[in-house]
């Protein structure tokens, strides 16, 4: 028996956890949630399940779910998150999932982590930005982050069994995301709800922007870099319309390993949760027959200008991937509030990675000034 | 340095193991050759390398490789093959390649396994006709087979770090061979030089006219049953044309794992002769940019009966297998002499099967009476 301690348990990937784990409750035991400003969601799930810590944004709601709950401890704010992270410091088998959306999903990590305990990592902001920080901490507490992104997940599955000197490649599938069939020109109108539309997963708001973006994709490259030791030009992201391939490793043979399933992100959750067995999960199996194809195309830098932005802002390193996310982050907000236009996104975190000036190796505290500041900045232009 | 005695020299698979023997010579040593009749191949390869035997079809070649090589130990015949599968019986480290086309490969097999050494399976009718005798073999002896089919080949790779108890489902990819545009109907009058053209493989052709008619993949469906220890009904043939997917593995939770590379028989070779190890091979990487799309297709039974009948004969078991085989050897060579017509095979193959009163546990003596029994029979009716 697993405890689970789940960070974002109210957005798509935290529902879908709560699915796995109620589908087994004889493998799993939900210990603590976090729910943001979703009062009605965290009543339902604390009334399922017999929780030890509740966190949620604001203090007004601490006390109304406190009320609800009188036996539960109720906590608040982003050090709510971080006192769910901790929680139960000495349950060393329990897992924290970290499904949070954003740079407040960073100290949750790392602070599991300095306590032992092992990661099924969603945040993709945690290495995007703290990657430096949460490499070394994860050899000194001998602890492991599993990621439960569909991508790598699917290389963490190839990559069983394998010798890690024999990998060549890992390629990175994407589903091009909502405007995959227009050109750059045709971007410049585009409307929230069209960029909402996602033609392959049902996934929460921010992320299904930056799967239009791209952003998304050099994220994930950058997270794989960390996660798999690989040098960031030997990780090629390549667009497969299907989202059936959920992406592959090439090894110096030639021979390529790739993970195929129904794009449904309760495998890799599931994959992560059950680790190192397996388990019947609640996906369909795929149905060749159904399959008409696969396809496959190379990404065009100057169509999609943010993956190629990532790559710049690894190499830049240091404080180049805060500002690459905290520019994102600010635009992709004030995108979803109409404030910019979708195109702009592009514009305004390139030019904020490009105008930056790189600190080498930021200490956490450096990291978050430096979103603050850039956060801070983009929203003074734009937020009127 | 790991020695190799290799079985079938101067056929398709032979003459890419030498290719990758050539390239490393500092990892492999070709100690023995079998070459049936190909008398200049045979001394082009021994000019070549050291050998410590040759062996030939008949006595009279013999002689005359003898006075090229009089240093080196000719043999000749069935028992000429045994002789090479057991030579230097003390080498435990080394290989054998058995890349011999027919049941003339089976004692071979065996004998290596006896003196405890390590096989790498080309040679289908080994496991077809032998695999009861052959699994327990490899048990007794602790020894294993390395298969170097591609589609088994691919499997073998996807398990690597997994645990068997989680396997569901084997995918067995089949590129539908010379006629898969053609009905059953278009079949009556196809000519041997229509079957010989195979889409995307240059094989010998005995295993491209079993490409054809698809009894190749009826023979892989029971060597997998053998090699992975699975359920027949849990492997299933898939046709995939473009032969980029060699082969899948479904696990318990509805995950895929597939391995792709460019259609090239030195990949599994390599993979095989390398392993635990991997190294660069003389494939080409597979260039997902030109790849225009991937198809599967389920494969219809009536179209291609033979699959139907493999998992027919694997079903009734014993001896069943050995008459599968005999029948289509015997009908193989007849189609090539033009003694009969391509969808004979089928028919005289299927009645073979049909009328014959199985053995549960033929002997290796049975089995080759019965081999020689059914090829009798049907030469008899149709070599004339």
Known sequence: MKNIYLLGATGSIGTQTIEIIEKHPDAFCLKAISGYKNLDSIIEIASKFCLDLIA???????????????????????????????????????????????????????????????????NKESLVVGGHLIKDLLEEHDVHLFPIDSEHNAIWQMLQGENPKFIKKLYITASG??????SRAQLSDVTVSQALKHPNWTMGSKITIDSATMMNKGFEIIEAAYLFDMDIENIVPIIHRESIIHSMVEYIDNSISGLLATPDMRMPISYAMFYPEREESLIKPLDFTKLSKLTFEEVDYERYPLVKLAIKAYALGGSARTVLNAANEACVDLFLKQKIKFID????????????????????????????????????????
Chains 1, 2 share one sequence.
Not at 68 to 91: Q, R
Not at 359 to 366: F, K, Q, T
């Open 56 to 122: 949620v944004k604001d203090m007004e709601d601490a006390l109304i779910i406190q009320k609800h709950f009188p036996n539960t401890k109720v906590v608040y704010g982003e050090n709510g998150l971080i006192e769910l992270a901790v929680c139960n410091p000495k349950d060393k088998e329990g897992l924290l999932i970290n499904a949070l959306v954003g740079m407040v999903g960073l100290k949750p990590t790392i602070e599991s982590i300095q306590i032992n305990r092992n990661v099924l990592l969603a």
């Open 345 to 384: 996104i592009e514009t305004i975190v390139s030019k904020s990675v490009n105008t930056h000036k790189v600190i080498a190796h930021p200490s956490l505290d450096e990291i978050y000034e430096i979103d603050k500041a850039i956060k801070k900045e983009i929203y003074k232009k734009y937020n009127n």
């Open 177 to 182: 995301g909502s405007f995959r069939d227009l």
